[in-house]
């Protein structure tokens, strides 16, 4: 069967209900669908890094990159982005979709001067893309979660030199 082309662009508002059905049928539960939601009208949300891959006019991926900070013992906030949430329909997943989403997305945060991301995610699939574990940097989740499964990447060399401390991420990561 000939490969279908896919194409993964900015989401718009007509996208939004579809994306929230996509999150809900993929993850099963309507959590990561309402907490996109509420991103979206957060000072942390960045319209550039909100993605979604269609296939045959139809969106069967989204990821999003929201603002987060990373606070040291002193007090000094560093600017980062988180991964949260990507999904792809499960009918294609194992395809690349989700790669290309990650892909395309470190790509488009790296032209907007951002120097580093962070996601909680799969310590086998992250790392694909150039992610790590954060404990090399000194940088810690803001929930009890096991080391190797909180990832950084930087976008630029050093991304992440004097970087250190707590996430902290949106106050909607908690609403949801
Ligand atoms: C995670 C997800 C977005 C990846 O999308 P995708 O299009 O399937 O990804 P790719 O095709 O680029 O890569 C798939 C590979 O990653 C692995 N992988 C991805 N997430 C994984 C996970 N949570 N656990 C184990 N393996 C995982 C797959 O097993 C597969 O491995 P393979 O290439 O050796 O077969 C998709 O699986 C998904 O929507 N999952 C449900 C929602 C979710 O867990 N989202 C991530 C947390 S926000």
């Known amino acids: 069967m000939k490969k279908k082309k896919m ?76 991964l949260a949430p990507m999904a792809v329909v499960p009918s294609l997943q194992k395809k690349g979709i989700g790669g290309q989403l990650i892909k395309t997305g470190l790509e488009k945060a790296r032209k907007l001067n951002f120097e580093s991301v962070i996601v909680l995610g799969h310590e086998k699939y992250y790392p694909r893309f150039g992610f790590k574990p954060t404990k090399q940097w000194g940088i810690t989740a803001p929930w009890d979660v096991p080391t190797n499964v909180f990832m950084g990447i930087e976008l630029v060399t050093d991304g992440f030199r004097n970087v250190k401390g707590i996430v902290q991420y949106p106050k909607e990561f908690d609403e949801v």
Do not use: C, M, Q, W
């Open 7 to 82: 194409e993964i662009r900015k989401e718009n508002i007509n996208d939004y209900s579809d994306v929230y059905n996509l999150n809900k049928a993929t993850f099963e539960e309507d959590e990561e669908a309402k907490l996109v939601d509420l991103l979206r009208k957060s000072s942390a949300f960045i319209p550039e890094l909100s993605l979604v891959a269609i296939i045959d006019k139809k969106i069967v991926g989204h990821i999003l990159f929201t603002k987060i900070k990373i606070i040291d013992d002193k007090g000094n906030k560093n600017e980062s982005l988180a």
